[in-house]
């Protein structure tokens, strides 16, 4: 936007703010430092001379219910019925429109908490001006931090998924954990900007969403912790679940016996009592496993699950400066605490699935890869097969190792193993690592696809005499086919034939 847009944006709303010189219990106040303080209030303030087409009173209320009069006409009762958290509502979007006979007329706001305590309500950032645009205003400051929160959702989600796919993971992680961890504050967090209640005007669901989300969260994350913990002391984790369960014993009983406001002064101060204990066990859990783990030479974590718990804990410290401050937000309350939070999630979903990836990878390895040789297993030969059976022409290579039960016997098994690996590097030599495969404790096969019978023939050539020095031995039947003649069953037996009348020459030759 160049400099003339942002100062003619900048006049615009100068021009449309209402909320300056209201007349509240005989005191001229600035609307946005005003509220209840406990006891209904009464302000007023004459609409402009001039209206224009299409004009509203915009606004916000905060915990309030209200009637405007303009003139002596009631034009906009506002009261909300009591929902599961009680009679509280937070933050409301208002537009009332206007008209150009109302020009000049007185208009009240009969203001009154909507605590049942007593505690302050307000109304704030009250402009005159299309509400379209007043609503897009409020939009583009809650877009980005809305976006932000709900890629914190979408990261659990994505976890959740894998959690499932891969429910059979030895991973160390409790994926799941981390996984409802991040949709529950991702959906506060969600809730918190303000968006959804600007955009479609959901505010009980909201308001529920609120504190279910907020109340929820400690749990999972505690659980998520603990299985990062290389100790694994059952007690923290017991200690919090107790803790957790005796709190919202204490929430319900307030709540539905004493019909106690969940935003009551004594309910927030419940839950921040709860929380910081909680904080205290999870720290000291974790610092007592660095411990352990420094003391054992053992792994702590991951730089990852550092890197963002630190910026958990400086974006929280961040919004409680801003907050004590007094300075608002329109993005909610966890203006910058949010960010914290997705660098966090963000870190931990990296990590985790890196490790169910190195965790496939292995899994894979030890499915299809000889532990020995590295090279392709009887499952990998199979799956070759079928990615293959339509392929001509091709040849078809067994080969069985001489003497090696002789070698064990006598030199060990090491020595054996040796001899193993030496066959199996001397046929990738001549075929390639991506066609050759250990089917038995001493028998390769090998395949050699789109070459010409002569190539392959001297191929074959090229394998008897790496395979029949003194440090190494082995016999080799092949058989090349160029069209489907022939079935696999018949084509291996035919080369199995020819491997084992090769075999019978060697021990002739050696005397048996």
């Given amino acids: ?145 809305f976006i932000v929160s709900a890629g914190i959702f979408i990261i659990g989600c994505i976890l959740l998924l894998f959690s499932f796919v891969y429910r059979r993971s030895n991973s160390s992680f409790n994926a799941i954990a981390l996984a409802i961890s991040a949709m529950n504050i991702g959906c506060f967090l969600a809730v918190d900007t303000g968006f959804l209640r600007l955009s479609i005007n959901a505010i009980s669901l909201s308001r529920n969403l609120f504190y279910f989300c907020m109340y929820l969260c400690a749990l999972p994350v505690a659980y998520f912790l603990f299985s990062l913990t290389t100790e694994k002391k059952r007690i923290y984790i017991r200690t919090t679940f107790f803790l957790t369960i005796v709190f919202y014993a204490i929430v319900l009983f307030y709540r539905f016996a004493c019909d106690t406001d969940m935003s009551s002064s004594n309910m927030i101060k419940l839950y921040f009592i709860y929380i910081i204990i909680i904080s205290v066990i999870l720290n000291l859990m974790l610092l007592k496993d660095y411990r352990h783990c420094k003391k054992n030479g053992l792994q702590s974590n991951t730089p990852l699950f550092y890197t963002g718990f630190i910026a958990v804990i400086a974006f929280f410290l961040i919004d409680i400066i801003t907050y004590l401050s007094g300075m608002r937000s329109v993005s909610g309350y966890a203006t910058f605490s949010r960010i914290g939070f997705y660098i966090f999630f963000t870190t931990m979903a990296i990590d985790v699935i890196r490790s169910w990836a190195r965790e496939y990878n292995s899994l894979w390895k030890y499915g299809f890869t000889d532990a020995l040789t590295n090279i392709g297993n009887r499952r990998a030969y199979l799956e070759y097969e079928k990615e293959n059976i339509d392929v001509y022409p091709y040849g078809f290579v067994i080969c069985d190792i001489n003497k090696l039960k002789y070698t064990n016997d006598t030199y060990g098994h090491d020595a054996g193993d040796k001899l193993i690996t030496a066959v199996a590097h001397r046929l990738i030599e001549v075929f390639g690592s991506e066609n050759v495969f250990r089917v038995g404790g001493d028998e390769f096969v090998a395949y050699s696809f789109n070459v010409s019978e002569s190539e392959f023939a001297s191929m074959i050539e090229n394998a008897k005499k790496l395979l029949s020095g003194e440090d190494v031995s082995a016999s080799i039947g092949n058989v090349y086919i160029n069209n489907k003649a022939f079935n696999r069953e018949e084509i291996k037996k035919e080369a199995e034939r020819i491997m084992y009348e090769e075999k019978k020459k060697y021990y002739q030759a050696s005397s048996g």
């Fill in 1 to 145: 936007m160049s400099t003339i847009n942002i100062q003619l944006e900048k006049n615009r709303l100068k021009e449309s703010d209402y909320s300056m010189n209201w007349i509240i219990e005989g005191k001229t106040m600035d609307l946005d430092s005003f509220s209840t303080d406990g006891a209904p209030a009464t302000l007023s303030k004459r609409l402009p001379a001039n209206l224009n087409y299409n004009d509203s009173l915009c606004f916000i209320s905060s915990n309030a219910f209200f009637d405007v009069y303009i003139g002596d006409e009631l034009v906009y009762p506002y009261k909300e019925t009591p929902n599961f958290t009680g009679t509280s509502y937070g933050t409301s979007y208002h537009y009332i429109n206007l008209n150009k006979a109302q020009a000049g007329e007185l208009v009240t706001f009969n203001l009154r908490s909507a605590y049942k305590s007593g505690r302050a309500g307000s109304i704030r950032m009250l402009s005159i001006e299309n509400a379209q645009k007043y609503s897009n205003r409020m939009a583009s400051g809650q877009l980005l931090p």
